[in-house]
């Protein structure tokens, strides 16, 4: 699986953006994909994610839950991140990643994920 991040830009304070993930690959709607950001000078954390074909899970962190939300549509091997009431803190590349057997209580730990995309930079300024 090979996964492309884009979406990423410069938006103000209260802003929407919407990100998104293309996959390539065999099996996609089987896999559980995830967003995480790293932000400079930071660790990488994780945003949010949502699960493959039947289980339905989706998980936020709590700095972003109420704020954005995750899709996936698998006919177009996509996942989308809808980034709304964007903070400054926000600030940050974004990544998206994937893994196939990825447990529901392990959707929000980095190292379960087996393949990660290149980043897409968002920037927002106060």
């Known amino acids: 699986v090979q996964l492309q991040a884009s979406g990423g830009g410069l938006v103000q304070a209260g802003d929407s953006l919407r990100v998104s993930c293309a996959a390539s690959g065999l099996g996609f709607r089987e896999y559980t994909v995830g967003w995480f950001r790293q932000a400079p000078g930071k660790e990488r954390e994780f945003v949010a994610a949502?699960?493959?074909?039947?289980?339905?899970?989706?998980r936020y962190s709590d700095s972003v839950q109420g704020r954005f939300a995750i899709s996936r549509d698998n006919s177009k091997s996509t996942v989308s991140l809808q980034m709304n009431s964007l903070k400054p803190e926000d600030t940050a590349v974004y990544y998206c990643?994937?893994?196939?057997?990825?447990?529901?209580?392990?959707?929000?730990?980095?190292?379960?994920?087996?393949?990660w995309g290149q980043g897409t930079l968002v920037t927002v300024s106060s």
């Open positions: 990643a994937a893994g196939r057997t990825i447990i529901v209580s392990s959707m929000t730990r980095d190292q379960a994920y087996h393949y």
């Open positions: 949502i699960s493959g074909s039947g289980r339905s899970a989706i």
